[in-house]
């Protein structure tokens, strides 16, 4: 168990809807990651937050945005989904710099 | 941005054989790991290894940042060692503290 825990683990959704995804990281950590990995793109970073604030920006789409909360809990929204957005959705957390990232087990995302 | 290329892409073994697992990465990195994907889809962290060797059991790192790549070393493998392996590596530059990961090895151990 790596202590980042995402929910749900399963989302079927229809196209044109949206959703959300949710990550606790581990007791302490600050930064909160968040990586779709498509069965033909690999692990993509989509952003990243470090204690509330947004700090780094991946090939994210307009169409998606996240948050993190004061309770350092974060949330990836999907809007007008696309089949294309069916993927693994993982969340991953940190201490300081140059420490380890964990990473939770996903969020599997089918968009029918 | 950095590129990192993992190799071979596919690897397949009889159980008991030994592995070696390269990853090559274009630019000075301060961090880097090494990741097991199981076939259920979980992210297992395997080594944190920006420099120098580490030992955990059967498996084994090295990484030499100076020339820009790391090995990860299976001995023994067992049926369990089957999944996908990444490298993910960091710059750490404010702003810039993504992992950006290696396209993957796939290993397959037959009993």
Known sequence: DSGVTQTPKHLITATGQRVTLRCSPRSGDLSVYWYQQSLDQGLQFLIQYYNGEERAKGNILERFSAQQFPDLHSELNLSSLELGDSALYFCASRGPVRTEAFFGQGTRLTVV | ?111
């Open chain 2, 1 to 111: 941005g950095i590129q990192v290329e993992q190799s071979p892409p596919d690897l397949i073994l009889q159980e008991g054989a030994n592995s070696t697992l390269r990853c090559n990465f274009s630019d000075s990195v301060n961090n880097l790991q090494w990741f097991h994907q199981n076939p259920w889809g979980q992210l297992i962290n395997l080594f944190y290894i920006p420099s120098g060797t580490k030992q955990n059991g059967r498996l084994s790192a090295t990484t030499v940042a100076t020339e820009r790549y790391s090995l990860l070393y299976i001995s023994s493998s067992q049926t369990t060692d089957s999944g996908v392996y990444f490298c993910a590596v960091e710059q750490s530059n404010f702003g810039n503290e993504k992992l950006t990961f290696g396209t993957g090895t796939r290993l397959t151990i037959i009993p």
